[in-house]
């Protein structure tokens, strides 16, 4: 499955993106997408993610109450809704997918994801 992030930008301190993650290739019903982010000079870490067959999602604690994962299954997208952004939340953000995912408690682990987009980058100023 290919993946392509899209919807990133420069947005001031308490602003709003939508980043959305349209899939295509092999069918992926049940798999899990995945959200990660990467500062510069810091390690990749975990946002968020769907199951797409359940809608069941899981957050970072860094984003609960700010960000919503949702998906368009009719359309193969996901979209991550970032709201109320910090300048911490600057990074590049990408979508992946884990084909056969595992219970909740794994969909964090970035090494169980088989396939990744490009990311999109966004920019929170103070």
């Known amino acids: 499955v290919q993946l392509q992030a899209s919807g990133g930008g420069l947005v001031q301190a308490g602003g709003s993106l939508r980043l959305s993650c349209v899939a295509s290739?092999?069918?992926?019903?049940?798999?899990?997408v995945g959200w990660f982010r990467q500062a510069p000079g810091k390690e990749r870490e975990f946002v968020a993610a769907?199951?797409?067959?359940?809608?069941?999602?899981r957050y970072a604690d860094s984003v609960k109450g700010r960000f919503a994962v949702s998906r368009d299954n009719a359309k193969n997208t996901e979209f991550l809704q970032m709201n109320s952004l910090k300048p911490e939340d600057t990074a590049v953000y990408y979508c992946?997918?884990?084909?056969?995912?595992?219970?909740?408690?794994?969909?964090?682990?970035?090494?169980?994801?088989?396939?990744w987009g490009q990311g999109t980058q966004v920019t929170v100023s103070s």
């Open positions: 290739g092999r069918t992926f019903g049940q798999a899990v």
């Open positions: 992946a997918a884990d084909l056969t995912p595992g219970p909740w408690s794994t969909w964090q682990d970035a090494t169980l994801y088989d396939s």
């Open positions: 769907i199951r797409r067959i359940t809608g069941g999602s």
